[in-house]
Nanobody, 125 residues
């Protein structure tokens, strides 16, 4: 059974930084992809960033240059470093994982089988 758990959310002022972590248990190897999504009530879940087994990353246009996704295969933890946060980044952030080598250019929620419980990020002055 695969389990994912996010941590690192919180409240920050605009321009601040947070680092989200996504710990994974149950994968038989480190060959799995990770995606980060965010959700605001009343809106569709939005893809934020992803990383595949080769370390190839994708980012939503709204976060390019501010967010960085990475993955520590030895620890089975993925990270989302978020810098220069803006009020519009406020959302519940979810990590997702899938036991596959590569992801499509614009990963969608349906590309991932496993999901964490979500962590709240609030950006406000």
């Amino acid at each position: 059974q695969v389990l994912l758990a996010e941590s690192g959310g919180g409240s920050v002022q605009p321009g601040g930084s947070l680092r989200l972590s996504c710990a994974a248990w149950g994968f038989v190897s480190s060959f799995y992809c990770v995606g980060w999504f965010r959700h605001v009530p009343g809106k569709e879940r939005e893809g934020v960033a992803s990383i595949d087994t080769d370390g190839k990353t994708t980012y939503a246009d709204s976060v390019k240059g501010r967010f960085t996704v990475s993955k520590d295969n030895a620890k089975n933890i993925a990270y989302l470093q978020m810098n220069n946060l803006k009020p519009e980044d406020t959302a519940t952030y979810y990590c997702a994982a899938e036991a596959r080598y590569y992801l499509p250019p614009r990963p969608a929620p349906t590309d991932f089988e496993y999901w964490g419980q979500g962590t709240q990020v609030t950006v406000s002055s």
